[in-house]
């Protein structure tokens, strides 16, 4: 089945500075790579998410880049703010058949002002 | 939210008691998920439902199991709690919107087992 990795388990950064998350995936198959951000306290809630058919997709300050060939995906957070600071997880769906999402681990990102 | 809401949020049960989590979407979606979130493990799927009395297994699914009689309602039980069964609870709900697919959590149930 599918199996994703996720680097760093913990980042920090000062703030307005740049945050990159990167995560691997097993299955190359996989079509759908969001993002989700969970606040303390707070169920996750995506962000951000990118198709197979899409090599970036940008929001504002934030990015996602998707190497197919690789197998890779990453989370560019620009310009980080403290509001920022929080647990980000990426996820990729497998070819498996209904909407069941694999997760990584999350990264615990923490803003210093 | 996409109006997802577990109850309860928080819960502590002896072992091998019985304990059933709640989860209701007022959206109407398809698919629903219970996981559960330990350090360093993320989000690791219980079990998953894909319409009404169609269930099936996540990852680590010994020792639950689920319920779906209404499409609004997923539940999860616990037959006989343990320790190792302390954690926090996420329930999902997913459809598609904008020919994207979402998943929508819920606040999570905090559950510990003595």
């Known amino acids: 089945g599918e199996n994703v990795e996720q680097h760093p388990s913990t980042l920090s950064v000062q703030e307005g500075d740049s945050a990159v998350i990167k995560c691997t995936y097993s299955?190359?198959?996989?079509?759908?790579f969001p993002w989700y951000k969970q606040e303390l306290g707070k169920g996750p809630q995506l962000i951000i998410d990118i198709r197979s058919n899409v090599g970036e997709k940008k929001d504002q300050r934030i990015a996602v880049t998707l190497n197919k060939t690789a197998k890779h995906f990453s989370l560019h957070i620009t310009e980080t703010q403290p509001e920022d600071s929080a647990v980000y997880f990426c996820?990729?769906?497998?070819?498996?058949?209904?909407?069941?999402?694999?997760f990584g681990a999350g990264t615990r990102l923490f803003v210093k002002a | 939210d996409a109006g997802i809401t577990q109850s309860p949020r928080h819960k502590v049960t002896e072992t091998g008691t019985p304990v059933t989590l709640r989860c209701h979407q007022t959206e109407n979606h398809r698919y629903m998920y219970w996981y559960r979130q330990d350090p360093g493990h993320g989000l690791r799927l219980i079990h998953y439902s894909y319409g009404v009395k169609d269930t099936d297994k996540g990852e680590v699914s010994d020792g639950y199991s689920v319920s779906r009689s209404k499409t609004e309602d997923f539940l999860l039980t616990l037959e006989s709690a343990t320790s190792s069964q302390t954690s926090v609870y996420f329930c999902?709900?997913?459809?598609?919107?904008?020919?994207?697919?979402?998943?929508?959590f819920g606040q999570g149930t905090r559950l510990t087992v003595v």
């Open positions: 299955d190359s198959a996989s079509n759908y």
């Open positions: 999902a709900a997913q459809g598609t919107i904008g020919g994207n697919t979402e998943a929508f």
């Open positions: 996820a990729a769906e497998p070819s498996t058949g209904g909407f069941k999402t694999i």
